[in-house]
């Protein structure tokens, strides 16, 4: 995806997070892989710097990358699940379902956005 869908409901930042999260899943960006920058991806989905900002720390929430201050963002080289291991059992399961039903979530909304285009 290289624009947002006009037709999506959610906003801007969840789509572009959604995009940037799927090229992970894919392989486009592999695990320690530096991702482009905030401005770079602005200008690819037409949105603003801010909301790039915005799906980044989303992103960094799910645990999926890591922003350092002056270096920029990277996918995780340490899957979460992994890290999560350190922590109490309960907690780490909660990550891994979450991941989960997001992955499938995004699966769900594609599907009905292509049942909605027909």
Do not use: C, N, W
């Not at 997070?17 to 482009?36: F, M, N, Q, T």
């Amino acid at each position: 995806m290289d624009s947002l869908d006009p037709d999506d409901v959610r906003p801007p930042y969840l789509q572009v997070a959604s995009a940037i999260r799927g090229d992970i899943e894919d392989g486009s960006y592999k695990l320690g892989d530096k991702l482009p920058p905030h401005q770079a991806i602005a200008e690819q989905y037409g949105v603003s710097v801010g909301t790039v900002k915005r799906a980044y720390g989303l992103l960094q929430q799910e645990r999926l990358i890591i922003t350092r201050q002056g270096q920029g963002s990277f996918v995780r080289s340490k899957p979460a699940q992994e890290e999560a291991a350190g922590e109490t059992g309960d907690l780490a399961e909660v990550y891994s379902q979450l991941a989960s039903i997001r992955r499938r979530l995004d699966v769900l909304e594609r599907e009905l956005r292509e049942v909605k285009a027909r």
